[in-house]
């Protein structure tokens, strides 16, 4: 007999094998024709996926309603799509077809080149198709049945797959519609008209498997919606998305370039965009002091061993620099990571429990080898600096400690408006080999790290299962932007492997004058600087609040007769410590105002013959436009003010939000 628990509380039992649709037909013929999919367990699977015949199981029903089912659409209409493309055109041979965070794409081989001029016709066959309202049907079929079937339909690519990526799966799953028919493992909506808008976004190139050493493909991405309305809102939200692009702005505003010479993912700071990032950093720096870290600098080069022994060097090897071989036997590693240069510096001297907690800070500039089409702007670099900071702690002091971390990062971001955030706590997967450490360790470590973010009552804290650190668990701090969009940015993870005898060996004495193990915590209320910086400008439109801003006021003359009177009033603007730039331009004011606004200035103090004549400065601020005429002394306090408090006057919020769903794959 099966038990199905349902969100209710209630329960019902089958003495006969069922699907999740047939549990919803039972409790109603509308929630049945409604559901798109089901929660089994935790795990999303599809509307027809049969149900164990005992035991018991949680499940909940999904329709249009709940975000998970978005996800389900968007894979079913990738299908859509692909189906449509064959209907079109000769040869083709499918590779991957997953979802992304806002749609889908699919991997095609063929002989056309699939452009923009090809997308009516695709969309008038995915129409038709979705018209005809066919059922998604499962086929699942042993191995070497499967390999048959995809050599009949001349899938090359996916036989290859089955051979390669799917050796030690016994019985494969494919899914049917109409001719389609295609290796699968789902889940799909129940039938094609579920779809009610969708939309072709874009084509590009992509190799088989990401290997740019094998095949090149065509990548044709498309989204999908339950409704016409969600589809229109999100390509408003999308073209919001790209007015905000950090390329662009950071571009614009001459903030950072990146150097071909120099090298793909690595920033050159230019001085406008280096002067938010030394802003950010000495608002760190100041916290530091306060809440008692030391700081300390290492170098961007290690031994090899050093990253071995702490389990770096090879675990993360193909995200690293290839070492460099200096004389034979002696190879080093670009930085990859800060922490195990901040072990040796807690190696550097004996330490006593009275030395406890050691609190090590450092702007950390680390090095990892993204593929180069994984590079994106500022969000996805090769080379970036993190506020990074390492405690070294008795186990009495864990809760405190962790604790210290986590309302700091809390503090840094609610300071910069980022007020929209979640926390989320990353666990081990038990049935994963991939950590290091004994399971004690790691029970304790969780259970210490969950029991604090309970007590200190966090928003939105959710536990995921496998998105530990190979070391140990973690709390990320997901924020939310203007356009809904969610950045992982601030994370405290607790550590007691790299102190293990099995690691580093790390001791204290205790005051039993005995050796004990010190634990570890590793912070970084930012994370990347340069990611961090990224999100920023794009949530801001690159309109920083006015401490944070490269240019804070902008002195413009109304006439050549004020230009000396406008100097006067820069010089002693810059006295005040303010960022202060004049334009004494022989254009029109409305030009200058307008000049200023692209540039996103937050004041600008616009004198004239008047002004010259009263000792007054006419002031128009960026947000809330003039302001009037007053003293040089009363606008200076207004802006010291401002800046002081670190006022974001304005979170720039949008009135339209990037619909997303979580990535899914394909086998």
């Known amino acids: 007999m099966l038990k199905v628990r349902l969100p209710d509380g209630s329960v019902r039992q089958f003495t006969h094998r069922v699907r999740p649709i047939d549990v919803a037909a039972e409790i109603g013929s509308r929630l049945a024709k409604a559901t798109v999919a089901a929660v089994v ?44 493309v064959m209907r079109l055109f000769e040869g083709v041979r499918l590779a991957f077809g997953p979802t992304t965070a ?14 923009e001029d090809d997308f009516p016709a695709i969309e008038a066959e995915m129409a038709k ?6 059922e998604f049907e499962r086929i699942e079929r042993p191995r070497d049945e499967a390999i048959a079937l995809c050599r009949e339909l001349d899938q090359p690519l996916k036989v290859e797959h089955i051979e390669e990526g799917l050796a030690d799966h016994p019985t494969l799953s494919f899914y049917r519609q109409g001719e389609f028919v295609d290796l699968c493992r789902g889940p799909h909506i129940p039938r094609a008209g579920m779809i009610k808008a969708f939309k072709l976004l874009s084509v590009a190139g992509a190799y088989w498997k990401g290997d740019s050493s094998r095949k090149q493909l065509q990548r044709l991405y498309g989204t999908a919606f339950f409704s016409k309305a969600d589809l229109e ?27 071909p010479l120099v090298g793909a993912g690595m920033i050159l700071w230019l001085p406008r965009g280096a002067i938010i990032r030394s802003e950010l950093e000495n608002f760190i720096r100041e916290e530091l002091v306060r809440r008692d870290y030391e700081p300390v600098y290492t170098p961007h080069l290690g ?69 180069s089409g994984e590079l994106t702007g500022m969000t996805r670099v090769r080379g970036f600096t993190q506020d990074d900071a390492h405690l070294f702690c008795t186990e009495d002091q864990v809760a405190d400690e962790f604790r ?86 601030g994370t405290v993870q607790l550590d007691y492997n790299l102190p293990s005898k099995e690691r580093f060996g790390l001791e204290y004495t205790g005051p039993d004058n005995r050796p004990h193990q010190p634990v570890m915590i590793h912070r970084a209320p930012l994370g990347s600087l340069e990611r961090f910086v990224g999100m920023l400008i794009e949530h801001f439109a690159g309109a920083f609040p006015l401490w ?27 006295a005040a410590h303010l960022r202060v730039r004049g334009d004494y331009r022989a254009e029109k004011l409305g030009g200058k105002i307008r000049d200023a606004q692209l540039m996103k200035i937050p004041y600008m103090f616009v004198v004239g013959t008047k002004d010259m004549e009263q000792g007054t400065v006419s002031v128009r601020d960026r947000i809330e436009g003039d302001l009037g005429a007053m003293t040089l002394e009363k606008a200076i306090e207004h802006l010291q003010d401002e800046i002081a408090t670190k006022r974001v006057r304005q979170v720039a919020k949008s009135s339209v939000r990037l619909i997303e769903t979580a990535e899914g794959s394909e086998y």
């Open 233 to 259: 809102a999100h390509l408003k939200a999308v073209e919001e998305a790209k007015r905000r692009d950090h390329r662009v702005l950071g571009k614009q505003l001459d903030l950072f370039t990146i150097s």
């Open 548 to 574: 944070l801003a490269p240019e804070q006021v902008r002195v413009l003359s109304v006439s050549e007769r004020a230009e000396s009177y406008g100097r006067k009033i820069e010089a002693k603007l810059r």
């Open 129 to 134: 198709i979705i018209k005809q309202d066919e």
């Open 303 to 371: 031994h090899v061993e050093l990253y071995e022994t702490s389990g770096h060097f090879p675990y993360y090897a193909d995200s690293q620099f290839a070492p460099i071989e200096m004389n034979p036997g002696e190879r080093y590693l670009v930085k990859p990571m800060n922490c195990p240069h901040h072990v040796m510096i807690y190696k550097a001297r004996r330490r006593s429990y009275r030395d406890l907690p050691l609190r090590l800070a450092e702007f950390g500039t680390v090095y990892r080898y993204e593929q």
């Open 404 to 489: 210290g971390c986590l309302e700091m990062t809390r503090f840094v971001l609610e300071t910069l408006g980022l007020t929209d955030y979640r926390v989320r706590l990353g666990f081990r997967d038990p049935a994963s080999d991939k950590y290091v450490g004994s399971e004690e360790s790691w029970q304790r470590a969780e259970a210490s790290l969950e029991a604090v973010c309970r007590e200190m009552d966090l928003p939105r804290l959710d536990v995921e299962r496998g998105e530990a650190a190979f070391y140990g668990p973690k709390a990320d701090f997901v924020v939310a932007d203007c356009l809904g969009r969610e950045w992982q940015l």
């Open 41 to 84: 367990d935790g795990h999303v699977v599809g509307a027809d996926t049969p149900l164990p015949s005992d035991g018991e199981i949680s499940l909940r029903l999904l329709t249009n309603k709940d975000p998970e089912a978005l996800a389900v659409l968007r894979h079913s209409c990738a299908h859509v799509m692909a189906r449509a």
């Open 102 to 115: 806002t749609g889908f794409y699919y991997d095609m081989d063929l002989e056309h080149s699939i452009s």
